[in-house]
């Protein structure tokens, strides 16, 4: 070893406390070391770009034509319902990179570092909301080589991507509390699995609320996933939008509200 | 005389563990300081207060002048830490996680590449760059852990356990790394669980057990009080058993240890040994095996303490030889899983 690895530098007075411009520096650094990660680890492209895609055609092609007459008017009906399902199950990224990073000491190693305390998350949440868009922007892409038609243009499409994104963002907070509370990374996924699937399956995204039991509907009805979903087709097709976009951002609220004290409990209680 | 770190009765509970009860701690400025202890005796607790990841319950710690609570901030651009719990990215490369420091630590783009660069280089790792580092070995990953906490040329450098789970190449090279630091002016605190280890590299060592300091002194002053040396002796006929454990008793002073037909004493000095061999041979005891060699850990502990290195369990799952496993790694960290 050189002694030029290891050599002090001239004392320096340390600074006091992070700029809140270094603190966003900091927060795009780990952003990007979580967009790197995909490239070691293709699986997280899989997860990001095939589930979906398989999704959109297993569903279209299998059960269109049975749920709403024909592929066509199926592919309409569900594409804005997909996203808000496949956004959801994005969302557990969050809190299982999250909990990789606890388990594995890279937290741990970060926190040593005279960074910005809040920066590790955030530019996790950062990273994530750049798949997050890149999901959304696929499951639109392949929905209109099928034959989807958006029904607002640019305004509505613009629209709808920033509805999802909130909502993510909010709803990726609960992925935080999980990722914070449970052992292993593993766990978040089971979660999200035995959490969001009867969710989204329980909701309008694939089959109309009047097609369902009418004890189920009472429950569709109000889901917020259901809610969402309206949202998100009003604005790619048409149809009413104002209010259930505003029901989905109380929702988000609510969320934020609810689970962003939980989570920085949890996280002061674990590290 | 200058501290780089002082820590002042330092507590920390977890649950109803008491991983810390009341240590202090006085390192010198430009030494290395040796936390020697088995599992759950509060090394790496101790470690994780004084490198701000963990407050304490009660007490308190200076780290290079600055309060580990008030000042943290400051604290953390002063040191580097190494350890089971601070670890780099498996799914990065090499380049890329010393890359990723630099940035966090204000270094522009250029900078940080060719302080990646230096590093690696200096850590024959250049080779391995740009290879995900989930696909290094043992030796590689400390290594590069190594390099990941000199990012930043701290002036105060933690080690918890940088050699355990490390086969014998790999931790000669190590502790070879750590010397060259220490030459540089860089105070060194190590944990660790092997005696050699601490005797090897520290200039002042404080073996603690079930989170209080219980000696403290240079590895020298260390090994005469607890005796430095085992002498091991096992008869060929195991009839003669009985006479050996009398014999070893009596030259040594104090109980023997038996472990099937090797009889073991301390050997404080440098009498022990013909005094043993006189009085074998005089007994006309016949001996397979008769050997001298360093304490252990455990010898040290049983000297000191009057009981074995016990493993509480806190700090890692053990191996048979009572030393953590490279894999216990998850439950090295109770303070997490209970939280």
Same mark, same amino acid.
């Given at each position: 070893m050189t002694a030029t690895a290891a050599a002090l530098h001239p004392p320096v007075v340390p600074s006091r406390s992070v700029s809140p411009a270094a603190g966003l520096r900091q927060t795009l650094s780990l952003a990007w070391r979580s967009l790197v990660q995909i490239r070691h680890n293709p699986m997280e492209l899989l997860d990001?770009?095939?589930?979906? +895609?398989?999704?959109?055609?297993?569903?279209?092609?299998?059960?269109?034509?049975?749920?709403?007459?024909?592929?066509?008017?199926?592919?309409?009906?569900? =594409?804005?319902g997909i996203m808000v399902q496949n !956004? =959801?199950? !994005?969302?557990?990224?969050?809190?299982?990179? /999250?909990?990789?990073? /606890?388990?594995?000491?890279?937290?741990d190693r970060l926190r040593s570092l005279p960074i910005a305390r809040w920066s590790p998350l955030a530019g996790r949440i950062l990273a994530d909301t750049?798949?997050?868009a890149w999901s959304i922007a696929l499951l639109l892409g392949i929905g209109m080589v099928m034959g989807f038609r958006v029904g607002n243009g640019v305004l509505g499409v613009l629209g709808a991507f920033a509805l999802l994104l909130v909502f993510s963002l909010a709803t990726s907070w609960i992925s935080v509390l999980v990722g914070l509370l449970v052992s292993e990374p593993e766990k978040v996924q089971i979660f999200g699995f035995m959490v969001i699937f009867p969710l989204t399956f329980t909701s309008n995204v694939f089959v109309p609320t009047d097609k369902m039991p009418g004890w189920l509907q009472t429950w569709?009805?109000?889901?917020?996933?259901? +809610?969402?979903?309206?949202?998100v087709r009003g604005l790619l097709l048409s149809g009413p939008v104002a209010w259930p976009v505003i029901q989905s951002l109380l929702w988000a609220a609510a969320i934020v509200v609810l689970f962003v004290p939980l989570s920085l409990r949890a996280f002061t209680r674990r590290v | 005389m200058s501290y780089a770190i002082q820590a002042d009765g330092l507590v920390k509970r977890f649950g109803a563990t008491t991983a810390l009860a009341g240590v202090d701690l006085a390192v010198q400025t430009g030494t290395v300081f040796g936390l020697l202890g088995p599992n759950g005796a509060?090394?790496?607790?101790?470690?994780?207060?004084?490198?701000?990841?963990?407050r304490p319950d009660a007490g308190s710690a200076r780290v290079g002048g600055y309060d580990v609570l008030r000042d943290a901030h400051q604290v953390r651009q002063l040191i580097g830490l190494t350890g089971q719990y601070a670890s780099v990215d498996e799914t990065l490369t090499g380049t890329e996680n010393l890359l990723l420091i630099g940035r966090l630590l204000g270094l522009p783009k250029a900078a940080a590449k060719a302080r990646a660069r230096e590093l690696l280089a200096d850590f024959h790792l250049s080779d391995a760059a740009d290879r995900a580092t989930k696909t290094y070995s043992g030796g590689m990953r400390r290594r590069l852990d190594l390099a990941a906490s000199l990012v930043g040329r701290p002036q105060l450098l933690f080690l918890d356990e940088p050699t355990t789970g490390l086969d014998p190449r790999s931790r000669n090279e190590l502790w070879g790394i750590v010397r060259e630091l220490v030459g540089t002016g860089v105070t060194v605190l190590l944990t660790t669980q092997y005696l050699d280890e601490a005797d090897q590299l520290a200039d002042e060592i404080a073996v603690v057990d079930h989170g209080r300091v219980i000696a403290q002194g240079a590895p020298e002053e260390l090994k005469l009080k607890t005796g430095g040396q085992a002498l091991t002796v096992r008869p060929a006929?195991?009839?003669?058993?009985?006479?050996?454990?009398?014999?070893?008793?009596e030259v040594a002073g104090a109980e023997p240890e038996i472990n099937q037909t090797a009889v073991t004493v301390p050997a404080i000095d440098d009498a022990v040994l013909p005094a043993a061999v006189r009085r074998l041979d005089r007994a006309q005891i016949r001996v397979a095996e008769l050997s001298l060699r360093g304490s252990t850990l455990d010898e040290v502990f049983l000297t000191l303490t009057g009981h074995r290195a016990e493993d509480d369990n806190d700090e890692g799952t053990s191996t048979d030889d009572g030393r953590v496993s490279e894999n216990g790694r998850h439950a090295a960290r109770p303070e997490r899983t209970s939280a």
């Open positions: 990001l770009s095939i589930q979906p +895609i398989m999704f959109v055609l297993l569903f279209t092609y299998v059960f269109g034509t049975a749920i709403a007459g024909s592929s066509g008017d199926y592919l309409k009906f569900m =594409l804005p !956004a =959801l199950f !994005a969302t557990m990224t969050t809190g299982f990179g /999250l909990n990789t990073d /606890l388990t594995k000491g890279v937290f750049v798949k997050q569709v009805e109000v889901n917020p996933v259901t +809610i969402v979903a309206d949202a | 509060g090394k790496t607790t101790a470690v994780r207060v004084l490198a701000t990841l963990l006929d195991p009839a003669d058993l009985g006479t050996v454990i009398s014999i070893m008793a």
